[in-house]
């Protein structure tokens, strides 16, 4: 028997992928001192980019 992974949707992992970094990003820049409005929004965009490379440019190496 041999035992592999589910396979998970791309929007899912790239939400994923999204939220982890929003979450280190935004506790990051809190615990360095920087403002929390300013680190909520920078955190948003960039979660946001990066939802949006993952979800367009990852996944599996093809060919």
């Known amino acids: ?24 990003l935004f506790f990051g820049m809190a615990a360095i001192g920087v403002a929390s409005v300013v680190a909520l929004v920078t955190a948003l965009v960039a979660g946001f980019l990066i939802f949006l490379f993952v979800r367009t440019r990852g996944g599996d190496q093809t060919g």
């Open 1 to 24: 028997m041999h035992l592999r992974m589910p396979s998970i949707d791309k929007g899912v992992q790239s939400f994923i992928w999204a939220v982890v970094f929003f979450l280190y």
